[in-house]
């Protein structure tokens, strides 16, 4: 990989803006390898080979004290590098080469990945952390130089992926289309943090085919973010990216991203998108022109075994990921090395869990869809689903290509909503009643992992949103998600049925346990 350096002078800093280096315009920019040597500010970029820089650190005197035997540092032999598993890399701070190697360190421009110099420090970067944000690169399609290349960076927690993301390009004055349908925490996020920091916030219906229309009626001069969920939490409503991206163009013109600017300078406003309950396995939203910015919460499907906290952004605009990545340097945190390695270990069998979950929840929701006690079941797979004409082109079932669907039948994910009947506190009282029923599903928030699980988002993930805006976002009172799990199909279908079984108008008589 090639350092670029060139002088960058970059705008004043307010609200979410990336501050200029003290001292002057001068500043080693760490452009991705995969762009082009460009001309920032009118300097011409200067090519350094790193590798021709870097020396091995003089070796240290064997220890003889017994306590610098205790505080020194012993590693292996070569050849640990052959294992088959990558390592778990818990190391705060790397070794130096000298004092001008942790000087270039020091002045690099922020960006997801190191390049030939090394790492520095585990807050700007570390071994197992990059390697499963390579590997979750490649599942975005990011890695194809034909598509156009770009980088991942890792999380400690969803949120803070959903945060970094925003606060890269956000500022005072700044303005947020979102979607009324969108996770309780980032809803939260946007009405309440924002707000407080001068960040204007439109709500609208971004789901189905009108979609893209009632997002561009919401579009502003000062618009800087277009932000959807599709699938939508807890909903399942579908949205229309490419409509959407159009309709961005049709406002704004395309996107053009500088390497070395300020994620800030761009006039397009950055779509961003999270994807947590489609995963790459169906829906890779950067092969869409006009996506900017891919979002998910490892902590769900990706991860898959409900044993971490984690979240992934990715993208191909340099700009965007030197903003986000100067966010987690400074504010929020990169995902730590022991959840990096279980995270890389639950994207091996991504492919073949999507498949189970899409396999069962089929079974699940069409059980769901013809019980009396269920008045509507929300599951891109089912006729009835308000978005059904939009799935199949959305959830491409692993698929890479029209060749694949022999081996790789159409499924559409383990996520299932559905509403029981009544209204109100009827509705909500049957709701909670049947999730406290269920033996086999658990009743527990979160989702994507390889266990069943249940939850009612009135009360419970999405209390906080008022009751108006959660119905008109289609969150009924009685709505129940469930994740649907890699158990034996009909286990699941037999606990649900009981459970409604057991409801009448009145709400569940729960018999006593014998």
């Not at 705008?11 to 501050?19: C, I, M, N, T, Y």
């Not at 419970?460 to 034996?488: C, F, N, W, Y």
Request: hydrophobic share 35%.
């Amino acid at each position: 990989m090639r350092l670029f350096l060139a002088a960058l002078a970059l705008s004043g800093a307010s609200a979410f803006q990336l501050p200029s280096r003290p001292g002057g315009a001068a500043t080693s920019l760490r452009v991705a390898s995969e762009i082009a040597p460009e001309t920032v500010d009118g300097a011409a970029a200067e090519e350094v080979d790193l590798k021709s820089l870097r020396k091995s650190p003089p070796p240290h005197a064997k220890p003889k004290s017994f306590a610098t035997k205790c505080a020194t540092l012993y590693h292996p032999n070569d050849g640990g590098e052959r294992g088959l598993a990558p390592p778990v890399y818990f190391g705060s701070t790397f070794l130096l080469d000298d004092a001008a190697h942790g000087a270039r360190l020091h002045e690099k421009r922020e960006a997801p990945y190191t390049d030939d110099d090394g790492f520095v420090y585990s807050r700007w970067g570390a071994p197992t952390n990059e390697a499963a944000a390579l590997q979750i690169s490649a599942l975005e399609g990011v890695d194809d130089p034909e598509k156009g290349l770009g980088k991942c960076l890792l999380f400690n927690s969803g949120m803070s992926a959903i945060t970094s993301a925003l606060s890269a390009v956000l500022k005072a004055g700044d303005h947020v289309v979102a979607p009324y349908t969108v996770y309780g925490g980032t809803h939260e996020f946007l009405t309440e943090f924002c707000a407080n920091w001068g960040i204007e916030v439109t709500f609208v219906d971004g789901a189905g085919p009108d979609g893209p229309a009632n997002y561009a009626k919401a579009f502003r001069d000062n618009t800087k973010v277009v932000y959807t969920e599709t699938p939508a939490n807890p909903t399942m409503r579908l949205t229309d990216l490419e409509g959407v991206s159009r309709a961005v163009d049709e406002r704004y013109g395309k996107g053009i991203d500088t390497p070395g600017t300020h994620p800030h300078d761009r006039k397009r406003p950055y779509i961003m998108v999270d994807g947590t309950f489609a995963t790459p396995y169906h829906q890779r939203v950067l092969d869409i022109p006009g996506v900017d910015v891919s979002i998910h919460s490892a902590t769900k499907y990706l991860g898959g075994h409900s044993d971490i906290l984690a979240g992934s952004v990715t993208s191909r605009s340099e700009p965007f990921l030197h903003g986000c990545s100067k966010v987690q340097k400074i504010i929020t945190v990169p995902l730590n090395p022991m959840d990096s390695f279980l995270l890389s270990r639950g994207l091996k069998t991504l492919d073949v869990r999507m498949q189970r979950h899409g396999e069962n929840a089929i079974k699940v929701a069409r059980m769901l869809e013809d019980h009396p006690m269920v008045a509507s079941t929300f599951y891109p797979g089912l006729d009835s689903h308000p978005d059904r004409a939009m799935a199949d082109g959305i959830y491409r079932s692993g698929r890479d290509d029209d060749e694949d669907r022999e081996t790789n039948p159409q499924t559409y994910g383990g996520m299932i909503s559905f509403v029981v009947i009544g209204e109100g506190e009827d509705a909500l009282r049957r709701a909670r009643n049947v999730c406290e029923n269920l033996r086999v599903v658990n009743l527990a928030v979160s989702l994507g992992g390889v266990e069943s699980l249940c939850e009612h988002p009135a009360s419970m993930t999405h209390t906080m949103i008022p009751r108006e805006q959660r119905l008109a976002g289609g969150l009924h009172d009685g709505l129940i998600r469930l994740s649907v799990g890699l158990e034996k199909a009909k286990d699941l279908v037999d606990d649900l049925k009981n459970a409604l079984d057991l409801c009448d108008e009145d709400g569940c008589d729960v018999p006593d346990e014998e």
